[in-house]
């Protein structure tokens, strides 16, 4: 088993996970993310801006 075959493993896995993810997200989990992502900026700007 070399590193390509892995790295396609993960791929797959990766894209498998997105699909599954976006077919069960609602509304409610767009907002939290938005504000999530926001957060997230925020720190980002306080610890490293």
């Known amino acids: 088993c ?4 892995l790295m396609e493993l ?3 896995k990766q894209q498998q996970a ?3 993810s976006k077919s069960n997200l609602n509304q409610d989990n767009f907002d ?3 504000k999530r992502e ?3 900026n ?3 700007k306080n610890l490293f801006g």
Request: overall charge positive; proline content about 0%.
């Open 10 to 12: 993960r791929s797959k």
């Open 42 to 44: 925020k720190l980002f």
């Open 2 to 5: 070399n590193s390509l075959d």
């Open 38 to 40: 926001e957060k997230a």
């Open 18 to 20: 997105k699909s599954s």
């Open 32 to 34: 939290n993310d938005d």
